[in-house]
């Protein structure tokens, strides 16, 4: 028989502390969801009270939020530049991570180091810049302008960096020998390997580009071609005092990226904890 560990009284203490801080601190970072979804039931009197939950929930915050005129445009814009902007990073910081890693080519340490600097210029100090390039590229108003900085990111291409070094130059080689182009190689052996820091940097730049806020506000001054953060600020629900409808739209816009999350927590775990 297995023989049961029995814990000293100080043990216990400091378990059951561990687990009384982890709680809390659990209530602390679920607390504004869980009043965000529960206010979305809130009719205009409930918000003058201090409440968590309403006693007669109104369902039509969500039919309001819903047929809003621009609601769908602003989902479709956000959804669209988003999933766009995630796959085209993350082919654009593979290949460049591969050609850091594996391949030789004059001035590589000198591109590298130019790109690595690159993370301590503040996004502010180029605003100006990037917007008036824009411009001038004719791409206000379009899904190319909002995602036009969002197609690289040198703390992601370390990241695949990194991964790409653990698995060695052994495959390459071999697959080198056996004719195979770089392009296979990178996706029938380096992408599988490297599945979980490839998901990461993906979900990362799809999460980020849809929460991006000032840039589509910047790009964008027609309310169809707008995005769902610079659109909820616009629908009006708060201005006519039906507070409940916008909380409503929130619920919608988080609720899939929660259910994201979820999905895929152990494949994050695994890149995380492999780096």
């Known amino acids: 028989m297995r023989k049961r560990v029995q814990r000293r009284p100080f043990d216990t203490f400091k378990y059951i502390l561990r687990k009384v801080i982890l709680l809390l601190l659990a209530v602390i970072v679920a607390f504004p969801l869980l009043y965000m ?17 309403t006693v007669t929930p109104r369902w039509s915050n969500y039919a309001k939020a819903l047929g809003h005129g621009y609601f769908g445009s602003f989902i479709f814009n956000s959804i669209g530049t988003s999933v766009l902007a995630a796959l085209i990073r993350t082919c654009v910081v593979v290949l460049a991570a591969f050609a850091f890693t594996h391949l030789r080519f004059k001035g590589k340490n000198l591109i590298l180091g130019a790109l690595v600097l690159t993370l301590f210029v503040p996004q502010e100090a180029i605003l100006y810049q990037n917007y008036k390039t824009v411009a001038t590229l004719g791409m206000l108003n379009t899904w190319a302008g909002i995602i036009a900085t ?16 653990s698995h060695g130059m052994q495959a390459y080689d071999a697959a080198r020998i056996d004719g195979a182009s770089d392009i296979r190689y990178i996706w029938d052996v380096l992408l599988p390997l490297s599945g979980p820091a490839v998901l990461t940097v993906m979900i990362q730049t799809l999460i980020t ?3 991006n806020y000032l840039w589509p506000l ?6 169809r071609s707008r995005t769902i953060q610079v659109g909820i ?8 005092g039906e507070t409940g409808a916008q909380m409503a739209a929130l619920v919608m816009v988080t609720v899939p990226f929660l259910v994201i999350m979820a999905l895929a927590k152990k494949r994050i775990e695994t890149a995380l904890i492999s780096k």
């Open 150 to 165: 969002s197609l690289f990111s040198a703390a992601q291409m370390l990241l695949l960096m990194g991964s790409f070094v």
């Open 37 to 53: 979804f529960s206010s979305s039931f809130f009719s205009p009197k409930d918000f003058n009270n201090l409440r968590l939950f």
């Open 233 to 240: 600020t616009m629908l009006g629900f708060s201005e006519s």
């Open 218 to 223: 910047l790009v964008t001054n027609r309310p």
């Open 209 to 211: 580009t849809f929460n």
